[in-house]
Nanobody, 126 residues
Framework: QVQVVESGGGLVEAGGSLNLSCTISGLTFDDQAMGWFRQAPGKEREGVSCITKGEYTRVYADSAKGRFTISRDNNKNTLYLQMNSLKVDDTAIYYC???????????????????WGQGTQVTVSS
């Protein structure tokens, strides 16, 4: 059984930083691309970032470029999202997901992902 568990969310002031973690068990973590998505209240879920197997490529949504960094530790079966210079608009529930594939086809296609966590809340105050 595959389990996906996010952590690291919280309340932070605008301009601050958070580092999200996602631990996955029950699949061959090394073989899959991994992604972060988010959903703000009243808005559709959007892709934030994706990292391929072997960290060959990292892909970011425009809203994340220059501020967020995705990484993975295959020895720990863990995915990370370092978020700096946070804005109020970053407030959302952040989800980690494991892809069906080893590659990233952009950040937007949630259908590429077949395992999802329950999410971690990120709230950025002004």
């Amino acid at each position: 059984q595959v389990q996906v568990v996010e952590s690291g969310g919280g309340l932070v002031e605008a301009g601050g930083s958070l580092n999200l973690s996602c631990t996955i068990s029950g699949l061959t973590f090394d073989d899959q691309a991994m992604g972060w998505f988010r959903q703000a209240p009243g808005k559709e879920r959007e892709g934030v970032s994706c990292i391929t197997k072997g960290e060959y490529t990292r892909v970011y949504a425009d809203s994340a470029k220059g501020r967020f960094t995705i990484s993975r530790d295959n020895n720990k079966n863990t995915l990370y999202l370092q978020m700096n210079s946070l804005k109020v608009d970053d407030t959302a529930i952040y989800y980690c997901a494991a892809s069906r594939y080893w590659f990233c086809s952009g950040t937007a296609d949630a259908d590429d992902y077949n395992y999802w966590g329950q999410g971690t809340q990120v709230t950025v105050s002004s």
